[in-house]
């Protein structure tokens, strides 16, 4: 079988967007922002040449991780865009788009980024998928693996015969320097079942979203660490809560243990601190009883 060479077409960080190559047909892997979209499609031909890209994959309906695709398509109109049906509704969206946007003009003033191509309406999806569906690119056969929890409309692709996963951050975001967190957004048990859902799946790698390829022994520790930490983190801010601590408090329990230099290089803090208080009211409705409330300091 022909390797499968996993290229690293990031422009910043905070980026997620990955090159697949058989040396025959190139698939990507996300897209990233808008505001590196064009820069992500240089590093593509860069690597690819006078090759055409065939196909781009994205796993969920993130603005950080489906907006590069306008930009990537004027440099490559002829690449097929596969999305999850769910996801290319939301695409359809006018408030969803506006949404998008706000979150990326917000990114990129972050990284000195004022003005650049707006391209978002011309957002796309030639091929919608579901659960159990396959996508044949080339040589390349994905069955789509339904991963609901980050969002409702979070999806992997499975390479069945090299058992290679392309993931999604229901299943956990993982920055290096050993630092593992969870991003389940709508849904904490929804995430459990999802990473339970990937570790009966034969894996000898992984391409993780902002993180890149890891081996067989790095997928597993990833599913391990992932999970425990994701249990680990609900535990401790229900206790937190049930112990009367308030909202504040459990971000602060987030942010003290967690927000480190390592993870500042990639998740912009206004992103991390939406994203902790809604995980926060996910396990607190989920894990607390009904009747208990969330306190908040006077404001």
């Known amino acids: 079988m022909i390797p499968l060479k996993v290229t690293d077409v990031r422009e910043v960080p905070g980026d997620s967007a990955f090159l697949i190559d058989d040396g025959k047909t190139a698939v990507l892997y996300d897209t990233g922002f808008a505001f590196t979209g064009y820069a992500v499609a240089d590093r593509i031909t860069e690597e690819l040449g006078n090759r ?4 781009i994959l994205l796993t969920h309906s993130h603005y950080d991780h489906v907006l590069g695709t306008p930009y990537i398509l004027k440099r490559y109109p002829e690449a097929k865009v596969v999305a999850g049906s769910y996801a290319a509704h939301i695409f359809t969206k006018e ?9 990326d003009n917000i990114c990129a003033a972050g990284y000195g980024i004022t003005e650049y191509d707006d391209l ?8 919608t998928v579901d659960d159990g569906d396959l996508v044949k690119c080339g040589d390349m056969v994905f069955r789509i693996i339904g991963l609901p929890g980050h969002t409702k409309c ?13 993931g999604t951050e229901t299943i956990g975001v993982y920055f290096g320097d050993d630092r593992y967190l969870p991003s ?6 929804m995430s459990l079942d999802s990473i339970e859902k990937v570790k009966k799946l034969e894996i000898e790698g992984m391409v993780l979203p902002h993180y890149g390829y890891v081996d067989k022994e790095g997928a597993s520790m990833y599913l391990e ?3 425990s930490t994701l249990r680990e983190i609900a535990r401790n801010v229900v206790e ?11 971000i602060a329990y987030f942010t003290d243990g967690f927000y480190n230099d390592v993870v500042k290089k990639v998740y912009p803090v206004d992103a991390f601190e939406l994203n902790t208080g809604i995980m926060i009211d996910l396990f607190t409705k989920e894990l607390l009883p009904r009747n208990r409330c969330v306190p908040h300091h006077d404001r």
């Open 52 to 55: 055409k890209l065939d196909y």
């Open 120 to 127: 978002i309406d011309d957002l796309r999806v030639d091929i």
């Open 225 to 227: 660490r992932s999970e």
């Open 240 to 250: 937190i809560i049930s112990s009367g601590g308030t909202r504040e408090d459990a």
């Open 95 to 103: 408030s969803a788009r506006a949404t998008m946007r706000r979150l």
């Open 184 to 189: 389940c957004l709508v849904g904490y048990n």
């Open 154 to 166: 979070s999806i992997g692709f499975y390479m069945e015969d090299r058992g290679i996963l392309l």
